[in-house]
C-alpha cells in the first residue's frame, strides 16, 4: 500500500464527520500522523480511536477555530503531540441559510467567522512552523457556490468565494517558502445533508451534473491527498473544483 504521507503530520479542522472525516482516514491511510480538531470531542474522540486502531497515530482537539485563541491552541498542541506540524487542511465550515431581506446579522457573522475567518486563524497560526520548517501544504475546502454564487445563501457564498481569494493572496506569500496553498471546491457530495432531500430535488440536483451522481466525500479527499502530495509540489495558487462538471 502507498503511503505518500508517511511520517507527516496533518491537521484537519472540521475532521469529525462528512468531508473532514474521509480527508483525515484518507490522509492516515497514506502514512500521515493526525490532528483532528473541531467542536465537538466525542466524534474526534471515535474517529481517533479508529485511526490508532488501525495502527496510525491520531489526536483530538476541541477547538472552535472562529476564535483566534482556540486556532492557536490547536496549532500548539499539534506541535508539543508531534514536534511539527506540515500539511493543514481547512475544513470546517457552518451554514445558515436564507434569504437575503431575511437574514440576520449574527447569521451572516457566524458562517463568516468560521468558514473565512477560522481559515484565516489556522493558516496564520500553522503558517508560522511552515515557514520555519521550509516546507508545507495547506488546502481549504472551498465550495463551487463560491464560483457561482446560490440563492439563499448569500453568507456562505460569500464565505467560500472570500476563502479562494484568501487561498491565492497566501498562495502567493509564502511560495518563497516551499509552502502550497490551494483550494478544492466540492459540488454536491453525498452527505447526510443531501440524504435527507427528497427525491425530486435530488433529481433536479442530477440534472445540473454532466457525471449524472452526486459526489462521495472520498472523492474529495482524493484530491486533497493529491494536493498535499510531493506530486503537486509545483502546484500551488489553484482552485480544483471535484463537482462531476457541473460548473465547467
Known sequence: MSRPF????????????????AIAVHLAHGGAKLVLAGRSEGPLEELGAEIRGQGGEA??????????????ALCKSALDAFGKAEILVNNAGVTRD????????????????????????CT????????????GRIVNIASV?????????????????????????????????HITVNAVAPGFIETAMTDALGEKVR???????????L????????????????????????????DGGMVM
Open 203 to 213: 433529481d433536479g440536483l442530477m440534472a445540473q451534473i454532466p457525471m449524472g451522481r
Open 124 to 135: 496564520r497560526a500553522f503558517a508560522r512552523p511552515m515557514v520555519r520548517q521550509k516546507w
Open 6 to 21: 508517511e511520517g507527516r503530520v496533518a491537521v484537519v479542522t472540521g475532521g469529525a464527520k462528512g468531508i473532514g472525516r
Open 215 to 242: 459526489g462521495k466525500a472520498e472523492d474529495v479527499a482524493q484530491a486533497v491527498g493529491f494536493l498535499c502530495s510531493e506530486g503537486a509540489a509545483y502546484v500551488t495558487g489553484q482552485v480544483l473544483t471535484v
Open 98 to 121: 436564507g434569504l437575503l431581506l431575511r437574514m440576520s446579522d449574527a447569521d451572516w457573522d457566524q458562517v463568516l467567522d468560521t468558514n473565512l475567518k477560522g481559515a484565516f486563524h
Open 145 to 177: 457556490v463560491g464560483l457561482t454564487g446560490n440563492a439563499g445563501q448569500a453568507n456562505y457564498s460569500a464565505s467560500k468565494a472570500g476563502l479562494l481569494g484568501l487561498t491565492k493572496a497566501v498562495a502567493k506569500e509564502l511560495a518563497s517558502r
Open 59 to 72: 489526536v483530538a482537539v476541541k477547538a472552535d477555530v472562529a476564535l483566534e485563541a482556540d486556532a492557536d
